[in-house]
Nanobody, 125 residues
Framework: QVQLVESGGGLVQAGGSLMVSCVAS????????MGWFRQAPGKEREFVAA????????FYADSVKGRFTISRDNAKNTVYLQMNSLKPEDTAIYYC??????????????????WGQGTQVTVSS
């Protein structure tokens, strides 16, 4: 089992920025694709961003493209999500996820086998 712990959530005003982080316990962190998903009240969990094992490729939901940036530091077993120009619609619990399956795309929730506990991000208008 891989343990994932998110941090960095909080309250921010619309237009502001916030960075959330996820630290993994895995010894082979670089073997996992990493993703960020979010779930707002009353809504299904949705894809936000993903990054390939080596960090050479990134993927973003249309709703966050141009505003959010995903990155990883394999030496620190950490993946980051830098969120800029935040909107109230970004309010959600943000979850970090890790996966190794190659049969699903990076944007698919089914690709990911391990999940963190989530960190709350609230954007006020």
């Amino acid at each position: 089992q891989v343990q994932l712990v998110e941090s960095g959530g909080g309250l921010v005003q619309a237009g502001g920025s916030l960075m959330v982080s996820c630290v993994a316990s895995a010894r082979t962190f670089s073997s996992y694709a990493m993703g960020w998903f979010r779930q707002a009240p009353g809504k299904e969990r949705e894809f936000v961003a993903a990054i390939t094992r080596g960090g050479s490729g990134t993927f973003y939901a249309d709703s966050v493209k141009g505003r959010f940036t995903i990155s990883r530091d394999n030496a620190k077993n950490t993946v980051y999500l830098q969120m800029n120009s935040l909107k109230p619609e970004d309010t959600a619990i943000y979850y970090c996820a890790a996966g190794q399956s190659g049969i699903y795309g990076y944007t698919s929730i089914r690709k990911y086998d391990y999940w963190g506990q989530g960190t709350q991000v609230t954007v006020s208008s």
